[in-house]
C-alpha cells in the first residue's frame, strides 16, 4: 500500500526556516516524481515545488527562491527546505507522488501544518 507521511510542520516566525519531510512507503521512489502542494483556508490547493524522478525541479512563482526541494531515494525521503517565511506561507503542506512530473501524483499524504507569525 503506497502511504507518505509529512513532518516538520510547526509555527515559525516571519524570516524564519523550516524543513519538512516526507517519508514513502509502497512505492517504486526513485521512478515518482514528488511533490509538495499547500493549501490555505479559502484557497485552491496549489503547487508549491516538484522534483522529477531525473531531479529537475521546478518552483511555484511564490516561493522562488525562498523554496528547495530534494530527494535522498536510499532513504524514500523528499524534503522541503523553506527560508524567509512569510505569513502568506501559511498552509497545510502535503506531499506528492505520481509518475508525471507535469500534474500531481495520485498519492498524498495527510498534511501537515506551517504557521507563520507576523
Known amino acids: 500500500q503506497a502511504q507518505l507521511a509529512e513532518s516538520g510542520g510547526g509555527l515559525v516566525q516571519a524570516g524564519g526556516s523550516l524543513r519538512l519531510s516526507c517519508a514513502a512507503s509502497?512505492?517504486?521512489?526513485?521512478?515518482?516524481?514528488l511533490g509538495w502542494y499547500r493549501q490555505a483556508p479559502g484557497n485552491q490547493r496549489e503547487l508549491v515545488a516538484k522534483?522529477?524522478?531525473?531531479?529537475?525541479?521546478r518552483y511555484g512563482d511564490s516561493v522562488k527562491g525562498r523554496f528547495t526541494i530534494f530527494r535522498d531515494n536510499a532513504e524514500n525521503m523528499v524534503y522541503l527546505q523553506m527560508e524567509s517565511l512569510k505569513p502568506e506561507d501559511t498552509a497545510v503542506y502535503y506531499c506528492?507522488?505520481?509518475?508525471?512530473?507535469?500534474?500531481?501524483?495520485?498519492?498524498w499524504g495527510q498534511g501537515t501544518l506551517v504557521t507563520v507569525s507576523s
Open positions: 506528492n507522488a505520481g509518475e508525471n512530473p507535469y500534474s500531481p501524483g495520485r498519492i
Open positions: 522534483i522529477s524522478a531525473l531531479g529537475n525541479t
Open positions: 509502497g512505492i517504486i521512489f526513485r521512478n515518482n516524481a
